[in-house]
């Protein structure tokens, strides 16, 4: 592969903020990683401790889940693109990206995705604009591809 083609190709993940793109030409394959700032993180974990069984009141069955409001229908979700670690700020010792209030739009990073060492920059998808109405997830909190991780309207 000639050197001007990946330099043309490593322009293009540039100038379009594309993390990861991968080449196919015949035989060859070639695929180019952004690299990612890195972020410190810092897990602690620790066990709970036991609780005595405390008496139970006798409460009114719980009803279901209360009705969205008309409002509430039209917010729109930001999910996670792939399954890994979400984290709401970009180090330990940092403001969140966004809290609720915050204006988002398509350019806007809203929190991180950890997935296999790799901190993956996640932000609203095209069409989605206006302010963080909920935030769905709790920092360091596991996710699955698809998980709602902010609600906007």
């Known amino acids: 592969m000639?050197?001007?083609?990946?330099?043309?190709i490593t322009k293009l993940m540039k100038d379009n903020d594309l993390v990861e793109v991968e080449v196919e030409s015949g035989e060859l394959k070639v695929k180019l990683r952004k690299a990612q700032a890195q972020v410190a993180?810092?897990?602690?974990?620790?066990?709970?401790?036991?609780?005595?069984?405390?008496p139970?009141?006798?409460?009114?069955?719980?009803?279901?889940a209360p009705a969205k409001s008309a409002e509430e229908a039209n917010w729109k979700p930001i999910t996670s693109p792939i399954p890994g670690t979400v984290y709401l700020k970009p180090n330990p010792d940092a403001a969140n990206f966004v809290a609720e209030g915050t204006a988002v739009d398509a350019g806007k990073v809203v929190c991180?995705?950890?997935?296999?060492?790799?901190?993956?920059?996640?932000?609203?998808?095209?069409?989605?604009?206006?302010?963080?109405?909920?935030i769905c997830v709790k920092d360091g909190q596991?996710?699955?591809?698809?998980?709602?991780?902010f609600l906007v309207g």
Do not use: C, H
Not at 2 to 8: N, S
Not at 42 to 54: I, K
Not at 142 to 149: A, I, N, Q, R
């Open 41 to 54: 993180t810092v897990v602690q974990t620790v066990a709970a401790a036991p609780m005595a069984a405390a």
């Open 2 to 8: 000639d050197i001007k083609v990946l330099k043309e």
């Open 142 to 149: 596991p996710v699955e591809y698809g998980t709602v991780l």
């Open 112 to 134: 991180l995705v950890e997935a296999m060492k790799v901190f993956n920059e996640i932000k609203p998808e095209q069409g989605i604009s206006g302010q963080i109405k909920r």
């Open 56 to 64: 139970v009141a006798a409460a009114p069955a719980p009803s279901a």
